[in-house]
């Protein structure tokens, strides 16, 4: 994976290098142990959500209705639960309901050949109106400690949630599935064309559709943690959060067409992204700023990476050739 690592990957991890120092330097309270832990739980869902994403935005595609899934898996797991359903069984039933929330959107792409990005529009104003039908405006606060507690409790001895190392594995799972196996190349492969990915044997629709399947699955996990770690289970919980998500993936330099990018480049944005938000939160700096600051990224993530392609490239063609000489 490490062989992956582009120009603006290296530039991502610089950047992220550097707010981490001057916040720690600035913001009192930044470098403390304690507040880590809460900017680690802040990471996990968008983290979580940011990797099956990233697969999805490398074939092509792109998926805006994430967090309507995860606020609809909340408000069904508040109703669920006051219907007398316990947890362990919630989950599971949670984790389907993504995936058939997933496989919609997977259907109308991939077997009506519709385009993702209003596919998906459609279905984030869908998903979230029909959390609202299941739950309405009220918030269910009643779950057990034992639940609440434990998902967001920390290693032994350090303030780490135990779910920031379920993440982390799972970054390492899809990183060596994108950039190590036939399946990754295949992706790349559909970003890059389509037409020669079809004619070369890559099952495009299927492979297309089992993402957003899983997509969909990912982002109802967290919904599950979201509502366990502010033991609420609400219809509006996640809302925004697509934009994030979507933020942090292209900020960590996988192409909006399609065809490029890395899981560590991704998961440098994603801290990127949460420690800067953190340390302006912790600085006091107005809501309103911290959304123009994301907005601000998300455009310099779409235009950076391919302005610096296009730099590089007009460089290399004004490089002068270089004339063998004579009897050499």
Known sequence: MLKRLGTWDILVIGVLALVVIASSIAVDGFATSRFWGFLLLDVIPIALIA???????????????????????????????????PLPVILPLVLVLGMVLGAVNGLFVTGFGLPSLAVTIG??????????????????????????????????????????????????????????????????????????????????????????VLTGAVAALAGFFWTMRYAS?????????????????????????????????????????????N??????????TLTVVTGALLIVSVVGPNAASMLRARLRRRRPAVTPVAGA
């Open 51 to 85: 990797l099956p994403m990233t697969l999805v935005i490398v074939t092509g595609e792109i998926d805006l209705s994430v967090a309507s899934v995860l606020g609809l898996s909340s408000a069904v797991m508040g109703q669920l639960w006051l219907s007398g359903v």
């Open 123 to 212: 279905t984030l104003a869908l998903y979230r109106g029909l959390a609202y039908v299941v739950l309405g405006d009220k918030a269910v606060a009643d779950f057990p400690f034992s639940w609440t507690g434990n998902t967001i409790e920390a290693l032994p001895g350090t303030t780490i949630p135990w779910m920031a190392l379920l993440v982390a594995g799972l970054a390492v799972t899809f990183g060596v599935v994108l950039h190590a196996t036939p399946v990754g190349r295949a992706l790349f492969a559909m970003g890059n064309n389509e037409q020669a990915a079809t004619f070369s044997g890559i099952s495009v629709a299927r492979t297309k559709f089992w993402l957003f």
């Open 233 to 277: 289970a609400r219809a509006d919980n996640g809302a925004g959060l697509e934009l994030s998500v979507v933020a942090a993936v292209l900020l960590g330099g996988v192409s909006i067409f399609g065809g490029r990018g890395s899981l560590i480049g991704v998961m440098a944005g994603v801290l990127l992204l949460i420690s800067l938000r």
């Open 279 to 288: 340390a302006l939160q912790l600085a006091d700096v107005p809501a309103d």
